[in-house]
């Protein structure tokens, strides 16, 4: 499963979605690297953006980068948690 998250980051990046990106590779549990794109472009594409919910709606009108944040926070706790 891993891998395949790891091959769907990849591709993700190399088609310059980095939301896609940062989910797998969440996914692939390559924290250090999620964090790596979530900081150089997930976070400002969304501090440029109008707002949090622009964007394509993939769940209940949510956009990409609101998921992709969430997802990240709750990897966080889990993490802290987990220590």
């Known amino acids: 499963m891993e891998l395949v998250a790891e091959a769907v980051a ?20 390559q924290w250090h690297d ?12 969304l501090m440029l953006s109008k707002g949090w919910v622009q964007g394509s709606s993939v769940f209940f009108g949510w956009s990409k980068t609101l998921l992709c944040v969430f997802a990240y926070v709750h990897m966080c706790v889990r993490m802290c948690m987990s220590v």
């Open 34 to 45: 999620a964090h790596e794109v979530l900081c150089m472009h997930v976070a400002p594409s």
């Open 10 to 29: 990849t591709w993700a990046k190399h088609q310059g979605d980095y939301h896609t990106a940062c989910t797998a590779l969440m996914a692939a549990q």
